[in-house]
């Protein structure tokens, strides 16, 4: 397993910006998927962004945050996740929580929570 710790939540105007990002210790190459979720006040845990670690590229989103987020991996920082978020709403408050999967098959679903194996603690955001 892999310890991952999110960090640059905070509380932010509608229509501002937040970079989170998500260190990943120790770093592994046995990760393949990484991804994004929140839970809103109230609500269940839900599907933020995923991408395929293994080439950068492969990336997927919820239809709420599609061209207002972008995720990204870098391999040279230790494997650590961002997520870039613009126009924020009240809609995005939420906790956000790093996921990554180092497990192998199963019924592809980057952004289904039992696609993945570590999770972080969270960070809050705020948008009012």
């Known amino acids: 397993h892999v310890q991952l710790v999110e960090s640059g939540g905070g509380s932010v105007q509608p229509g501002g910006s937040l970079r989170l990002s998500c260190a990943v210790s120790?770093?592994?190459?046995?990760?393949?998927?990484m991804g994004w979720f929140r839970q809103p006040p109230g609500k269940e845990r839900e599907a933020v962004a995923a991408?395929?670690?293994?080439?950068?590229?492969?990336?997927?989103y919820a239809d709420s945050v599609k061209g207002r987020f972008t995720i990204s991996h870098d391999r040279s920082n230790g494997g650590a996740l961002a997520l870039k978020m613009n126009n924020l709403q009240p809609d995005d408050t939420a906790t956000y929580h790093c996921?990554?999967?180092?497990?192998?098959?199963?019924?592809?679903?980057?952004?289904?929570?039992?696609?993945?194996?570590?999770w972080g603690e969270g960070t809050q955001v705020t948008v009012s």
């Open positions: 996921a990554a999967r180092t497990q192998r098959g199963g019924n592809w679903a980057p952004l289904r929570e039992t696609w993945y194996n570590n």
């Open positions: 120790p770093s592994s190459n046995s990760i393949n998927y």
């Open positions: 991408i395929y670690t293994i080439n950068g590229r492969d990336t997927y």
